[in-house]
């Protein structure tokens, strides 16, 4: 089956093509580097199917666009898809997949890694050896262990996040409006509601979907209810924070580190070399310039054992879709 490919990076084709090749299904990848959105739907025209991206625009003006030149589905190689208008898919007939679990090991490390980062302050320290400045001045940390760690979210992701915390001996805070009981059998852990949790962190990770319901769930009111000094972590979705009020927080003190692999209006910015132009979000720019922030650019998903999840499920959903077997992992509009 021929398969449009947007959003493509040199890594993306490559276990595409792996994947493609080892499950010997000879779909045809056709590879585009342009993000998908209304303007650029039409390089989908004869496909029969695409595969987008998260940061992909997946709204009505595409969908019509898309359902216009025949696409009859979209395989998305990322678990969420809140950038995908389900209703008007469905009313176009168009069927939407997604991966629904890749290593969540991936994420999970990158959240570790950042609180590593941002506590020992190893990035100041790795430039400052690189100049033979070796002064210890300004990296002081603290440590981990019997410190509290709240985690929002308790899914695959933040269970392994919460093991991992466990191992340097955190007390573990977990909130989640559907508890978990891998999460409840761990040592030192506890369910408590969202200001309890707010409130005694020392430590906020982030591992949850976005949906309506938790837009800006990171917002004026919750950060006031943290305790000074916290540091907060995103590696899900930026959209879960508001990244003004953020900025007013780390300017109060209120926010002490922050480290985030996503954010909010990223679609522009991440998955792109910028370094030679200047980036026009000016809330960005400003983010940029704290010293106790850290900006990875949505790279939590990026290992090999998650590339190879992502796309194996990919490849074997649009096989589902071209031999007319049920979709294992189709999203539906509810």
Avoid: W
Avoid at 63 to 89: P, W
Avoid at 239 to 266: C, F, M, N, R
Wanted: glycine fraction near 8%; charge should be negative; proline fraction near 4%.
């Amino acid at each position: 089956m021929k398969v449009a490919v947007f959003s493509t990076e040199p890594h993306d084709r490559h276990f595409l093509d792996l994947a493609n090749q080892s499950m010997n299904t000879n779909h045809e990848l056709v590879y585009f580097d342009t993000r998908l959105e209304p303007k650029t739907a039409s390089l989908a025209e004869g496909f029969p199917a695409i595969c987008a991206f998260v940061n992909d625009d997946l709204g009505q003006e595409t969908l019509k666009n898309l359902a216009s030149h025949g696409i009859k589905l979209i395989a998305l190689r990322c678990t969420g898809y809140n950038n995908v208008d389900l209703k008007t898919a469905a009313e176009l007939g168009i069927k939407v997949v997604r991966v629904t679990a890749y290593s969540p090991y991936s994420v999970a490390e990158l959240a570790i890694g950042l609180i590593l980062m941002l506590n020992r302050k190893l990035y100041k320290a790795y430039n400052r050896v690189r100049d033979d400045n070796f002064s210890l001045t300004g990296l002081l940390g603290f440590d981990l262990h019997g410190r509290t760690v709240g985690i929002i979210g308790t899914g695959k992701i933040g269970v392994i996040f919460a093991k991992i915390m466990q191992g340097f001996g955190c007390h573990l805070l977990g909130y989640d409006p559907y508890p978990n009981p891998q999460f409840k059998a761990f040592e030192n852990t506890h369910y408590v509601d969202l200001p309890e949790l707010l409130a005694n962190s020392d430590i906020i990770s982030l591992h949850c979907p976005l949906t309506p319901e938790n837009y800006h769930l990171i917002n004026e009111t919750t950060i006031e209810q943290m305790k000074n000094g916290m540091m907060l972590i995103n590696t899900s979705r930026g959209q879960l924070i508001d990244t003004k009020a953020v900025i007013t927080g780390i300017k109060s003190g209120k926010i002490g580190y922050l480290g985030i692999d996503v954010y909010e209006q990223e679609d522009d910015i991440f998955f792109k070399d910028l370094s030679g132009t200047i980036i026009q979000d000016d809330t960005f720019q400003l983010l940029q310039s704290f010293p106790n922030v850290v900006i990875t650019s949505h790279q939590g998903y990026f290992t090999e054992n998650a590339l190879n999840d992502i796309t194996t499920t990919t490849i074997n959903s649009l096989t589902e879709f071209e031999e007319g077997k049920p979709l294992s992992n189709e999203v539906k509009n509810h």
